[in-house]
């Protein structure tokens, strides 16, 4: 592990002094080290994972759009090494399809653990919902306690370890397949006040969003974020990750909470049936980490004066 953190030392260095075509040298001499290539986990090239990504932001720096897209593609464990968690039986599927018959319950859940201060997006959410007839629902520490979370030892585990945000990853889907509802990340802002969830989805079954980024998922190449999740209480795609999560922790051990109980084994649990995909407009804008919350405020004025044109989400991380 110590060469892989060298090489990786030695490539942003001359990254950074715009020299990417000796970069490139160097991530590709690691190649034939073979103590880099024993450390895991590996992506479905057969590379570290952060050799990997130390590619990726090389060929990012070239702007060469075609290795780009490839390494973006790959970044993800090998496809075969989860592939059994996408099969059903007859039944699931019919409990599934059945699951996405039923009504979304009018509630925005959000999770804040840890020390920092609360967002203001959590506030803003709160408002929101009282403007719309929405009940809201902000989870600290001590409330996932009521939910009986404390007993899962991935949960414990990740919160000793200081790991939040794959905690938050494991809250989520207990709070969905418990209460179902609206699940929000708090780097989520509401874009407007004068419309909610309801004027952009049918309210029942399993909503989601894509990521514009595809990925090679041995089924597929559609990723979903996990950042925004709707469903009825019960669904088989929150519960089919509560039972996933304990083993695939095991089978990718010391992988990003992305690939582990993130987007990526959320994308696999969730298209074992029918989802309802929301239209990427959903999101109304990406503003820059930390903009002052006078400028969010603007930008949300904007949306409003739009109207329909535009979406209901603000893409803004506050800290």
């Not at 059903?88 to 409990?95: E, I, L």
């Not at 969905?176 to 989805?201: H, K, N, Q, T, V």
């Not at 980490?289 to 949300?300: H, M």
Request: hydrophobic share 50%; charged share 20%; aromatic share 8%.
């Amino acid at each position: 592990m110590e060469k892989l953190r060298q090489v990786l030392a030695a490539a942003a260095s001359l990254r950074d002094a715009g020299e990417n075509e000796r970069a490139w040298q160097v991530l590709e001499a690691a190649k034939q080290d073979t103590g880099v290539m024993a450390v895991q986990p590996h992506t479905a090239l057969g590379l570290p994972r952060k050799l990997h990504a130390a590619m990726l932001r090389t060929a990012k720096r070239d702007g060469n759009a075609l290795l780009k897209i490839a390494y973006q593609y790959h970044l993800v464990p090998d496809p075969a090494l989860l592939a059994d968690l996408t099969k059903v039986s007859p039944d699931d599927r019919r409990a599934i399809v059945a699951a996405n018959q039923q009504a979304i319950p009018r509630i925005i859940h959000q999770i804040w653990i840890g020390e920092r201060p609360v967002p203001e997006a959590t506030r803003a959410w709160a408002s929101h919902a009282a403007s719309n007839g929405y009940q809201y629902k902000l989870w600290r520490e001590a409330d996932l306690q009521t939910l009986g979370i404390d007993v899962l030892p991935e949960f414990n585990d990740m919160l000793a370890a200081g790991d939040y945000p794959g905690a938050v990853d494991v809250a989520r889907y207990v709070i969905l397949a418990r209460e179902g509802g609206i699940y929000l990340d708090c780097d989520w802002y509401p874009a407007r006040m004068d419309r909610s969830f309801d004027a952009f989805m049918s309210m029942a079954g399993l909503t989601a969003m894509a990521e514009p980024v595809p990925r090679n998922l041995g089924w597929g190449s559609m990723l979903l974020y996990n950042s925004f999740i709707a469903a009825p209480a019960g669904h088989p795609a929150m519960t089919g990750m509560i039972e996933a999560i304990p083993d695939v922790l095991k089978r990718l051990a010391d992988a990003p909470a992305w690939w582990s109980t993130g987007p990526l084994l959320f994308t696999l649990i969730a298209r074992r049936g029918p989802i309802q995909l929301l239209d990427p407009a959903f999101v109304a804008a990406s503003l820059k980490a930390q903009t002052p919350l006078a400028d969010i405020r603007a930008a949300c004025q904007a949306a409003e004066a739009a109207g329909g044109a535009n979406g209901l989400l603000m893409d803004w991380k506050e800290w």
